[in-house]
């Protein structure tokens, strides 16, 4: 029997406004909804997927004190999305290299997520 494996990953978003929060995603970060079950919707760009559930109780993650990261997404041109995504207004400081042999930056969401998007150098 051959070995199980992965075929695709998704992260999953607990969030206050789900629609200002979707909103955002598409006008800012690119991304496309492709599902809108009741009380989620599902987000995509390429192979990059996002669901994001409305929980308007939950304790905001800017509220956590933790580092907030979730997710880190390899993309081919780390420099053109943030030309891309600094252009649609959003303020992040310009991607580096990284020792450990990757171009990053990061992006915190206005609920207060942190993601990294990288590029292998």
Same mark, same amino acid.
């Given at each position: ?39 989620w919707i599902f ?47 959003l303020d992040v ?5 990284? !020792?450990? %042999?990757? =171009?990053? +930056?990061?992006? &915190?969401? !206005?609920? %207060?997520? =942190?993601? +990294?998007?990288? &590029?292998?150098?």
């Amino acid at each position: 029997m051959a070995e199980p494996r992965v075929t695709q990953q998704h992260c999953v978003l607990a969030v206050p406004d789900i629609r200002a929060t979707a909103d955002w995603w598409v006008e800012i970060m690119g991304m496309e909804i492709w599902m809108e079950p009741d009380g989620w919707i599902f987000l995509r760009m390429d192979s990059f997927s996002l669901m994001i559930g409305e929980c308007p109780d939950a304790i905001p993650p800017r509220d956590l004190g933790d580092h907030q990261y979730f997710a880190y997404v390899v993309l081919d041109d780390v420099n053109a999305y943030h030309a891309q995504i600094t252009a649609h207004g959003l303020d992040v400081a310009a991607p580096q290299d990284k !020792p450990w %042999g990757m =171009r990053e +930056m990061h992006v &915190q969401t !206005p609920d %207060g997520h =942190r993601i +990294m998007f990288g &590029q292998n150098l």
